[in-house]
């Protein structure tokens, strides 16, 4: 099997997706589930740098 990087980000996108739907069916707006993409990807980005 080839690698491939488009079949890599469907795979990311399918991951973020269902991250996505499991806030909406817990209650989150749009707005809440922008603040926690925002705060996950800063999050990620100070882990690493250590």
Do not use: V
């Amino acid at each position: 099997m080839e690698y491939s990087a488009g079949l890599t980000s469907k795979l990311f996108w399918l991951q973020e997706s269902r991250k996505t739907a499991g806030y909406i069916l817990d209650g989150y707006n749009k707005e809440d589930i922008r603040r926690i993409a925002w705060e996950d990807s800063f999050r990620d980005e100070t882990e690493n740098d250590k």
